[in-house]
């Protein structure tokens, strides 16, 4: 069982940046596949940073070149580094894990939120 709880959330004007954590709890942290996804009201939920099959990060267009996703092993914790924030990237961001091959078995946050507004 994993526990994933998420923080760093807050309302920032746009341009600016903040750090979001996710603390996992469980075991095995240095082989669980890490992510991070965001809910807008009234959209679908989707992904801001997804590890690959190879180990790299993966961003959509919207993000590309503003956020940043890291993982420090020996915290159990995963990082979400947004800078050049814009209005459009106010939702609630959710952390995400599941161990390899086992992506049908996700785990999640309860979310943070992020407004984006002057």
């Known amino acids: 069982q994993v526990q994933l709880v998420e923080s760093g959330g807050g309302l920032v004007q746009p341009g600016g940046s903040l750090r979001l954590s996710c603390a996992a709890s469980?075991?095995?942290?240095?082989?669980?596949?890490m992510g991070w996804y965001r809910q807008a009201p009234g959209k679908q939920r989707e992904l801001v940073a997804g590890?690959?099959?190879?180990?790299?990060?993966a961003y959509p267009d919207s993000v590309k070149g503003r956020f940043t996703f890291s993982r420090d092993n020996a915290k159990n914790t995963v990082y979400l580094q947004m800078n050049s924030l814009k209005p459009e990237d106010t939702a609630l961001y959710y952390c995400?894990?599941?161990?390899?091959?086992?992506?049908?078995?996700?785990?999640w946050g309860q979310g943070t939120q992020v407004t984006v507004s002057s």
């Open positions: 469980g075991s095995l942290f240095s082989i669980l596949v």
């Open positions: 995400n894990a599941h161990y390899p091959h086992l992506d049908e078995y996700p785990y």
């Open positions: 590890t690959t099959s190879d180990g790299s990060t």
